[in-house]
DNA sequence: ACCTGAACACCGTTCAAGT
DNA sequence: ACCTGAACACCGTTCAAGT
């Protein structure tokens, strides 16, 4: 069922994914797939969590955990990107919950940490780095508002615009509170 | 039927902002709405952009542009936490479109230009400042998906929290480029 | 455990017709 | 110009019953 949930938003995009036309393709009664799933947020959030599993685990060899965040942040980025019709969802739930995105924050807990952020601080710095990387997922995915043109795929400049933004924030979080 | 939407959200929230509800509070036929708007999301579009009339633009003895977007962007976040029940539709739209979210990315790119930044770098930076006002708004009006506890009400902590991490991001966007 | 048939309580939107 | 009645083509979800 996740797996055909999965498929039906990718060949057909976000609006198909309803559970009447996951039934369908299942070659089901609607209800049943309420034998599987309380409903259809569950059902989101199941999928949400799942694409998270792909971001990777900044190198153990890194001494930096500041690098550590900037490279887990760009591997979340690179992997909502990667999911683009995903990107409003999480928008709307505002992340995910389940164990990827649990342990997901708890690494980024333990590298603020390790960078001198704790507590509070920490916690805010977490809610950022999250909105930043999200919010920027989104923008790159769909045209932006003042649409003057063409409408560009995510480009490595995109990209390199993300990272710029990225390092920015990374820097103000570690420097000394006023 | 502006002022009447506008009620519906206030009182009974996002979910209830439908274009049945609309007509019964009207007391009309729901198809009679169609006469007035093009359809819901036009209508979506009208609200939110009418927000936006509310975003003061910067003082006029400010000389300093970077100044200018500070507080440019701080009025539009305090306009969308005013409005916390329309956040979630400001990011599934990503913005809002019409003559007040024109003039609003007018005098963004106008300060930007004062501040040395222009052409693509510009359009990035504006970009890359709305996401974020955007999605700082959602995460203080919605509890975080860590939710370890305490659902606070939009706090002075989380607005020192934005106005930090706007101050980072201005700062890295008027540095010269790598 | 997992499914079906039937239904409930909704949606946004269109069309033809009335005033 | 602005409205209504009726309908279309959908939703998510529940309930009782079957295997």
């Known amino acids: 069922m996740l797996v055909a949930a999965r498929e039906l938003l990718a060949e057909r995009g ?7 036309a996951l039934a369908e393709r299942l070659q089901v009664s609607p209800n049943a797939l309420y034998s599987h799933v309380a409903g259809k947020t ?3 959030d199941e999928i949400l969590d799942g694409v998270l599993a792909e971001v990777e685990a900044p190198p153990a060899d890194l001494e930096d955990p500041v690098a550590g965040l900037d490279s887990l942040m760009a591997s979340t980025y690179g992997v909502l990107l990667a999911h683009a ?26 590298l603020l940490a390790r960078a ?33 043109g063409a409408r560009e795929p995510p480009s ?5 615009n993300f990272d710029s ?14």
Do not use: C, H, K
């Open 85 to 110: 019709e995903l990107v409003p969802l999480f928008l709307a739930r505002q992340g995910a919950r389940g164990p990827n995105a649990q342990r997901l924050g708890d690494v980024m807990l333990a």
């Open 156 to 160: 490595a400049e995109m990209l390199a």
């Open 14 to 20: 976000l609006e198909a994914l309803t559970m009447r």
């Open 165 to 178: 933004g990225l390092g920015w924030l990374l820097t103000g979080i570690v420097s000394p509170s006023r």
């Open 42 to 44: 569950a059902l989101i």
């Open 116 to 148: 001198g952020v704790t507590g509070r601080r920490a916690r805010e710095a977490l809610r950022v780095l999250l909105v930043y990387t999200i919010g920027f997922a989104a923008f790159a995915t769909r045209p932006p508002i003042e649409a003057s």
